[in-house]
């Protein structure tokens, strides 16, 4: 058997996920058209490519199907309520930074910290009768940090994408996403609250606790901690 290593099969993290490896000199490549979603690795004995959606890398970390994986801090914490116990980081990539936030139209002048939305939450149910809606796909990370953080009187809706225009086309009052430069937010008139930092992220090389290694794998993964250590 070899040693699986996961990446994102496109986006964003694909092409630096590359280089970041082209740099302990383990090439990894797309083979096959350009539609296949089939890759290789160079460079070292053992292991093989399997390319997959940036989302679903937890899960085939917490299964075992792969013994290395290539994905954000946001969506290993989303997605593994206990992350800790199925994976392990083993490097962080230094790409892909971004921060989940929470932020609410700028029009709420009065609306600055959790409380006040905490204050806003609940006078908005007793005008509107319904809850303050919140737009997220970080469902898991955003109802543990509002409750941590006493915000009571909310309902999250799923957004998959696109989450900032969500206020715009009044499906949501507020929104939780990943924020970088900060554009989006700024386009669609939103504003971060001033404790509405729920987790920075960052690409991360994440290591499987319950992939199965035998001694055949075992110096694989010796020869592929020590190219690690190279560009670490
Ligand atoms: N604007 C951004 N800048 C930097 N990193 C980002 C940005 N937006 C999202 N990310 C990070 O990129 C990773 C993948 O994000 P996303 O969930 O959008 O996947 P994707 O690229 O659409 O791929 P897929 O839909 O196939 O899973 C996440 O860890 C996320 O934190
Ligand atoms: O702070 P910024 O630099 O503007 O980046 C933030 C945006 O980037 C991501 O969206 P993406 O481009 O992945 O599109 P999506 O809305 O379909 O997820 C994220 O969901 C934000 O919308």
Redesign the pocket.
């Known amino acids: 058997m070899t040693v699986k290593l996961g990446v994102?099969?496109?986006?964003?993290?694909m092409e630096k996920t590359f280089d970041w490896f082209d740099r302990a000199g383990i090439r990894l490549k797309r083979t096959g058209s350009d539609r296949e979603y089939a890759g290789a690795i160079e460079g070292i004995e053992g292991m093989s490519l399997v390319l997959l959606?940036?989302?679903?890398i937890p899960r085939e970390l917490a299964t075992g199907r792969i013994h290395f994986g290539v994905?954000?801090?946001?969506?290993v914490h989303e997605k593994l309520p206990l992350w800790e116990t199925q994976v392990e980081p083993v490097a962080e990539l230094g790409f892909?930074?971004?921060d989940l936030v929470l932020a609410v139209p700028q029009l709420w002048v009065d609306v600055d910290t959790l409380d006040d939305l905490d204050a806003v939450a609940a006078a908005f149910r007793a005008r509107h009768g319904h809850r303050l809606r919140i737009a997220t796909k970080y469902h898991r990370l955003v109802r543990e940090f509002l409750v941590r953080g006493g915000v009571a009187d909310f309902a999250l809706v799923d957004s998959q994408g696109a989450t900032e225009g969500t206020v715009k086309n009044e499906t949501a009052e507020a929104i939780a996403d990943?924020?970088?430069t900060g554009e989006t937010l700024r386009a669609n008139h939103l504003k971060i609250l001033s404790d509405g930092l729920i987790l920075k992220?960052q690409?991360t090389l994440w290591k499987s606790r319950v992939a199965q290694v035998g001694d055949a794998e075992r110096a694989t993964l010796e020869r592929f901690a020590e190219r690690l250590a190279a560009v670490q």
Do not use: F
């Open positions: 994102p099969s496109k986006g964003r993290l959606s940036a989302g679903e994905t954000g801090t946001d969506l892909g930074q971004a990943i924020t970088s992220s690409a």
